[in-house]
């Protein structure tokens, strides 16, 4: 279990004997605010996909490199102290003739105490898929979405191919423990744009500032039409959206250090895009049942395949 998430218990545990208002509002309350907003336009979005000719990917694979044990209402307040899987997930874009890595989890010693289980193999694979890939994205700046890039064994060799953005480079103290080594990044030119970019025929990544200053979802048109949405930590379960409930404000406001406004009204647009566009799999950072829907649905293969 995460230091600070036994912190957040202990809090929690003080919370709970005092009772009253005090547990109510930082572990349990998680109305939506009437003026949460955030644009996300489908159409505008597929237009861009249109407009960039060339080949689109063919497969997504995923290696769940390592797992993390939360209570539930750290991640959807108000479900109560049963404790809930968070796998770690990388994913591998399999184009005709490349591939696109999107979250490279984290090694084995950047987890240290933190993760309840890894999976040596997995991660053999990704950082080994890694330096056969044209293109490397982040969702965010977390240690379990980052660290594996941090931590690659021959950055050198990954980074060029490596596609932080601004906000991302900026704000290393979010990725803690994860961390470059000093000079890394020493004349790195990181992306800048203002709310999509494509990335690569059939990728477009949609700035989404909340969770981290660098958050940031990425969709996926597939070369036969199916639609994916990778939201990063936007949502850490689909039940974020099925329910629109934030994590516990304890978690969010003092050690998370999110902007609650900005993630209240992404879950609020996603929610509203599954509505619309049932269609599009939506994929949340730490869903391991969806993952395993998706898989049963075609969309999604486990394992990594030999690098292109």
């Known amino acids: 279990m995460p230091k600070w998430l036994r912190i957040v218990l202990g809090v929690f545990a003080v919370l709970l004997v005092a009772g009253g208002a005090g547990y109510y509002w930082f572990v349990v309350e998680s109305t939506v605010p009437a003026n949460a907003e955030y644009e996300f336009d489908i159409g505008k979005i597929r237009r861009m996909v249109a407009a960039v000719p060339g080949d689109k990917p063919e497969k997504i694979e995923f290696e769940k490199v390592a797992s993390f044990a939360f209570p539930a209402t750290a991640i959807v307040a108000g479900d109560g ?40 193999e997995a991660y053999a694979r990704m950082s080994k898929a890694m330096e056969g890939a044209s293109l490397i994205l982040i969702t965010h700046e977390h240690m379990d979405h980052i660290g594996g890039l941090t931590g690659h064994p021959d950055l050198p060799a990954v980074l060029p191919a490596t596609k ?31 709310h999509y970019e494509v990335a690569a025929p059939g990728i477009v990544l949609i ?3 909340g969770h981290t200053p660098g958050s940031q ?3 996926v048109q597939m070369a036969d039409g199916k639609e994916v949405l990778f939201i990063g930590d936007v949502a850490w379960k689909y039940r974020n959206i099925e329910v629109l409930r934030e994590r516990a404000r304890l978690v969010t406001q003092f050690f998370l250090r999110e902007d609650r406004m900005a993630v209240f009204g ?17 994929v949340p950072g730490h869903d391991g049942e969806m993952v395993g829907n998706l898989v049963e649905a075609g969309l999604l293969t486990e394992g990594f395949g030999s690098p292109e």
């Open 164 to 194: 932080l953005t601004q906000e991302q480079v900026d704000h290393p103290e979010r990725s803690v423990p994860a961390k470059f080594p000093d000079g890394a990044l020493d004349g790195y030119r990181a992306l800048s744009y203002d």
């Open 81 to 120: 102290w049963a404790q809930r899987d968070m796998p770690v997930f990388s994913y591998r874009l399999v184009y005709p003739e490349s591939s696109i890595i999107v979250d490279t989890a984290l090694t084995e010693e950047i987890g240290g105490e933190n993760v309840a289980s890894f999976d040596r």
């Open 217 to 219: 979802m990425i969709y």
């Open 266 to 282: 992404q879950l609020k647009a996603l929610s509203a895009l599954t509505e619309a566009e049932p269609e599009i799999a939506i």
């Open 207 to 209: 700035k989404a500032p």
